[in-house]
């Protein structure tokens, strides 16, 4: 790896794939892979398989390489579980191709692989990932890999071999992700995880008959509930059993419906394509994984080699459970881009190493990470963000196709947030503050704030529990009003005082800290004291109470302006 302190993670795996594809295959495009499975909802923690690898080939197409980032459909595993929300009757599937199971009802796709793989087509494209997708019910059904079905079950005694090497030296566990500590949000996302991953619960090929690497799918119920009992290899006879009772001989150099078992079939496709780079989540990583074994088996019976394949962690979600999914599960990446614009998502994937767990927030966090966003924008723009940041930065706002949509008129998410729980949404009003936020950068429609707008109206309306809501109130308090004190008293009448000269954000905002230090005889550029600070908090509690009837509520400059002049005189006149 090439040792430049400078450079983002992307960068240094991107020198150590060209320079590996340059001693496997100098002058061929350089293939970097994905394998998703389309078994349910491919949520947020799967699209670290997607994103790990497309940021690599990115900076390897930004260098002028030629590369292809694969992304495999699993579509032609086998079905194995209904999940929660689907109709029990689904569970006469399991065992069949995911692509000849029928889609949930309602949909408008053809089959269980396809109704599930549309949504995350649909993701990828908002996130600028430029991919070719291979469906592997197309690569079986059509006889591409025949050959190497054949060589495999030529080989099986070999592979047998290696498959032995690792199940006399013990499992390590379930192959579920250890890091420590995991909430119960994390722990049902790692579960889902796992249950999703190609490497779960299926057998290696093993068998009271022998070994054989080869599953078929029964011709007569579709289902992999088969015993492979006998193979000739010169006639490529193969004999087989299903518990449905059916038996059959078919020639398997013409055999179509079936497949590899996924510990022979993964090293089988990375030969086949002659991959480089392909990462894989922590459950294949563990001794006698998928990965380990495959990194065996590719080379002895494929003759190819293992890709560079660095072990990603885990991808949290934070106030999930307070999500109102009609899925009932784990988000996905659709859900993530319906309140965070593509550059966000990006960039959360960009700036961590894959190694390093992370967390995206569908809570009030956003609101943070957002501000954060913001701040790094404008230190790049002025060239003072480090070169990592920098790095990440230039990958999350665009590809090496361009860059990517962006908001005009990129308000902060917190106040636009703010602003649309005030007003639900409204236009009219919603514009009427926008454009009084700052008289000297007006907005002058709202389509200048979109997206940004929408992700953030769809937060407040989707995620934000309605006891956390602000609801100004209609008609003044009056017996808080008739309870203040002349110190009280005069606080709001400066602040009604100043109402006219101060109404923008920024105004406002010189307002509202500058009435209690005109009450404490300061100046208004006096450094805050201990004294000063109790003051404006004593009176912003006091605001809050009499404007939304608590004492928080969003930040009170966008909060006056939310509410508007006449509403803020009608309720804190006393
Ligand atoms: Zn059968």
Not at 140 to 160: F, N
Not at 182 to 202: C, F, I, R, W
Not at 441 to 453: G, I, K, Q, Y
Not at 476 to 496: H, M, V, Y
Request: aromatic share 8%.
């Amino acid at each position: 790896m090439a040792a430049n302190p400078e450079a983002d993670w992307v960068s240094r795996f991107a020198d150590e794939v060209i320079a590996e594809a340059e001693r496997r295959a100098p002058g061929k495009p350089i293939v970097c892979a994905s394998g998703l499975s389309p078994s349910g909802p491919i949520h947020l923690g799967n699209l670290r398989e997607v994103m790990t690898p497309h940021l690599v080939a990115d900076e390897i197409r930004r260098r002028g390489h030629e590369v292809v980032h694969i992304i495999s459909w699993d579509d032609y595993d086998r079905y194995r579980k209904v999940p929660a929300g689907i109709d029990e009757s689904w569970a006469q599937h399991i065992g069949k191709p995911l692509t000849s199971v029928p889609a949930p009802a309602g949909s408008a796709y053809p089959n269980w692989a396809e109704h599930f793989k549309a949504s995350m087509i649909e993701s990828l494209a908002q996130l600028g990932v430029e991919y070719r997708g291979i469906s592997q019910t197309e690569m079986y059904t059509s006889g591409a890999y025949t050959e190497q079905v054949l060589l495999a079950m030529r080989e099986r005694g070999k592979i047998d071999a290696v498959l032995d090497r690792y199940r006399t030296k013990g499992r390590t566990g379930s192959g579920a992700p250890q890091q420590g500590k995991l909430d119960e949000d994390e722990a049902a996302a790692a579960q889902e995880a796992a249950e999703g991953s190609g490497a779960a619960a299926e057998d290696d090929g093993t068998g009271a008959t022998g070994y054989f690497p080869y599953k078929p799918y029964c011709s007569v119920c579709d289902r992999d509930l088969t015993t492979v009992v006998a193979y000739d290899d010169e006639t490529t006879e193969l004999s087989y059993t299903c518990q449905c009772g059916h038996t059959e001989t078919v020639l398997l150099s013409e055999h179509r419906r079936g497949k590899l078992v996924w510990k022979v079939d993964w090293p089988m496709r990375w030969a086949y394509e002659g991959v480089v780079f392909e990462p894989s989540g922590v459950d294949h990583s563990s001794p006698g994984s998928s990965f380990q074994v495959g990194g065996q088996i590719v080379g002895e019976v494929f003759g190819g080699q293992q890709p560079i394949g660095p072990m990603y962690a885990f991808v949290g979600i934070s106030g999930m459970a307070k999500m109102s999914s009609s899925k009932g599960g784990v988000p996905t990446p659709a859900d993530a881009l319906q309140i965070m614009e593509p550059p966000l998502l990006r960039w959360l994937y960009a700036r961590r190493r894959p190694n390093q767990a992370f967390k995206i927030a569908f809570d009030q966090e956003i609101q943070r990470l957002y501000d954060e966003w913001d701040t790094l924008g404008r230190k790049v723009a002025e060239g003072a963000a480090n070169a990592a940041d920098t790095a990440a930065h230039s990958r999350a706002v665009g590809t090496a196709a361009g860059p990517l949509p962006v908001t005009p008129h990129p308000l902060p998410y917190r106040t636009l947030a703010s602003i649309v729980d005030i007003t639900t949404g409204d236009p009219e009003q919603t514009l009427r503050i926008l454009r009084d936020l700052d008289p000297a950068d007006p907005v002058a429609s709202l389509d200048e704030t979109r997206p940004r707008l929408d992700r953030a109206q769809h937060w407040i309306t989707t995620q934000v529990p309605a006891e956390q809501r602000t609801r100004v109130l209609a008609e003044p308090d009056a017996t808080l009003l008739g309870k203040l004190d002349d110190d009280q008293r005069e606080s709001l009448r400066l602040l009604l005082a100043g109402l006219d000269d101060h109404w923008s954000l920024e105004g406002l905002t010189t307002l509202v800290y500058g009435v209690p230090k005109t009450r404490l005889g300061l100046p208004m550029d006096v450094k805050p004291t201990p004294e000063l600070k109790v003051a404006q908090r004593e009176f912003f509690a006091l605001l809050y109470h009499l404007l939304v009837g608590r004492d928080t509520g969003p930040r009170l400059p966008t909060l006056l302006l939310a509410v508007g002049p006449d509403q803020v005189r009608k309720l804190l006149t006393p």
